[in-house]
């Protein structure tokens, strides 16, 4: 069979192209179908500035893939925000390939399967890992097969919703087909990716031209953070690893193919089992010595997973750049609600042992929780200006997604009433803010208000250098009012003293200017701001 594949668009319906880091679940998917002898093809909106409207470019490219590779399936997915890109999709593809079955898939679908299923009404979606069962399902409709034998599948007999029996997929890892990129032109996503004093995009900063690539070396995760994706209503899923030489033999593969130079390794409990992560690094280092591959990488640890100034040492040797942890609130009744399992005193040891081994560290404070209060609020904003502000940490609003006990417990308590308006909200804004404390309304906002004022307050420098040098490659398709420009940028970190070398693009006018951007040192990975002159 002939499937098409539509890879979403994360910050739809923007007109920005989405250069945020790349999904690997449709690839792995397109992999398996693949692998069993079907043919697959890619199509995205990503990589464009969609004039005049997102949504318009979405169905012109559509209609493009449709009419040049004839699919006998439409496959898509995603996340909770991305219900409006998903809901366009299919009204898109029903215009333009009529009869056409459309299989939907993701979060989107796994941690509200009823609802979203009947609302957006695909012909057929998947819950949970769907490298197997998509493959069953294409077997069933191209053999007209018995639909009930697919695991994981709602499907619709006689005007009715049926849904098959719930089954977890995917147990051996080491077994699936490498994730299939290639079919989503993920060389031109390569080489527009940039350095950027966004958020999402800072992470990157030790590399002038960044080359993301993401790897899985283990999926779920056994603890049951309340804001986390729980899949209720579907079943706790298995903690499942992926050998080291597994892991190791798909990063030499994809360097080959992509040259890539900064890794994202994926992975909820990497330290969980003793002894893992010194396989890894030793690993690591041997595959880069043996291949010559120059890359930095990133992975996730716990705090309370055994975190030492020995361990992280041995993983910067092996060419970590920082670690990312789950920070969430400095108030341990707050972490004791979310069950965390983790208290202050563990995240401030840890933060300590990367600090001495000379490491970066990443993290995010949520708040809002249910047992938040005026003065917890005040102690997470506290911790943040005395212990993390240089850092890569940034402070927001914990958001009750579907799959989450929070998203249960305000559909219980009414906060949340109506699904639909829900969806669509959250695809407009992403991380609508929503009050589950116990404070009234009123006090809710200001002092969630306060918390988030005045956090520009970094050590600041001047920019040793700053030199143009021409349009930034992400807004070449960009109105002309829109594009900005490339500046090499060359600064000493207030922290360490060091030199730190940046390539930002900048909304630079005809006149000569000065712009404020915040940047992380290459070497300490410490917050400053610089004052750049144009």
């Not at 990488?297 to 750049?321: F, H, I, Y």
Request: charge should be negative.
């Amino acid at each position: 069979m002939r499937i098409l594949f539509l890879q979403t668009k994360s910050n739809y319906p923007a007109v920005e192209p989405s250069l945020m880091h790349f999904g690997q679940g449709l690839p792995y998917i397109a992999a398996s179908a693949a692998a069993a002898g079907h043919d697959v093809f890619g199509a995205t909106v990503n990589y464009e500035w969609c004039v005049p409207s997102a949504n318009q470019a979405l169905e012109n490219c559509l209609k493009a893939a449709v009419a040049q590779h004839r699919p006998d399936v439409v496959a898509m997915g995603g996340l909770t925000s991305d219900y409006l890109f998903v809901r366009d999709a299919i009204a898109h593809a029903r215009k333009w390939a009529p009869g056409t079955p459309i299989v939907c898939g993701g979060g989107l679908i796994t941690f509200d399967a009823p609802f979203v299923f009947s609302d957006l009404a695909p012909d057929y979606a998947l819950m949970g890992d769907a490298e197997e069962s998509f493959v069953m399902l294409l077997d069933c409709l191209e053999k007209k097969g018995n639909l009930e034998t697919v695991p994981n599948l709602l499907y619709r007999d006689a005007g009715e919703m049926r849904m098959t029996e719930k089954r977890q997929m995917s147990r051996d890892l080491d077994r699936l087909p490498y994730p299939l990129y290639d079919i989503f032109d993920y060389d031109r996503y390569l080489e527009m990716a940039t350095q950027s004093p966004a958020v999402t995009d800072t992470f990157l900063h030790t590399r002038t031209h960044p080359r993301v690539l993401p790897i899985s070396l283990g999926r779920s995760c056994p603890h049951r953070c309340t804001f986390c994706l729980d899949a209720a209503g579907w079943g706790r899923q298995e903690y499942r690893m992926r050998s080291i030489e597994s892991f190791l033999a798909e990063v030499v593969h994809f360097y080959k193919r992509y040259l890539f130079n900064f890794l994202f390794i994926y992975d909820e409990l990497l330290a969980a089992r003793k002894g893992r992560l010194h396989a890894l690094c030793e690993g690591l280092k041997r595959v880069r010595k043996e291949h010559s591959m120059d890359f930095d990488w990133t992975c996730s640890l716990r705090v309370d997973s055994g975190v030492n100034e020995d361990l992280l040492r041995e993983m910067k040797e092996a060419g970590c750049a920082y670690i990312m942890y789950g920070l969430e609130s400095a108030s341990p009744e707050v972490l004791a609600s979310m069950k965390k399992g983790i208290t202050p005193m563990e995240i401030m040891s840890a933060l300590e042992a990367t600090e001495k081994a000379g490491m970066g560290f990443q993290g995010n404070l949520i708040l809002g929780d249910v047992a938040e209060t005026v003065t917890s609020v005040r102690q997470t904003r506290r911790a943040y200006e005395t212990r993390f502000k240089d850092h890569m940490v940034s402070i927001g609003f914990v958001v009750p997604y579907p799959g989450s006990s929070l998203f249960q417990s305000c559909v219980d308590r009414g906060l949340i009433s109506d699904r639909k308006a829900y969806y669509e909200v959250m695809g407009r804004d992403k991380a609508a803010v929503f009050n589950m404390t116990s404070m009234p309304t009123p006090v809710f906002r200001d002092v969630m208000g306060s918390a988030l004022t005045q956090l520009s307050d970094f050590l600041a420098v001047r920019a040793a250098s700053a030199e143009r040098q021409g349009t930034c490659h992400a807004d070449r398709t960009a109105p002309e009012d829109r594009k900005r420009e490339n500046v090499r940028i060359v600064a000493f970190c207030p922290h360490c003293g060091l030199e730190s070398e940046y390539l930002y693009p900048l909304d630079i006018g005809a006149e000569a200017g000065t712009y404020d951007v915040l940047a992380y040192c290459v070497h300490c990975h410490k917050r400053y701001a610089v004052q750049v002159s144009v």
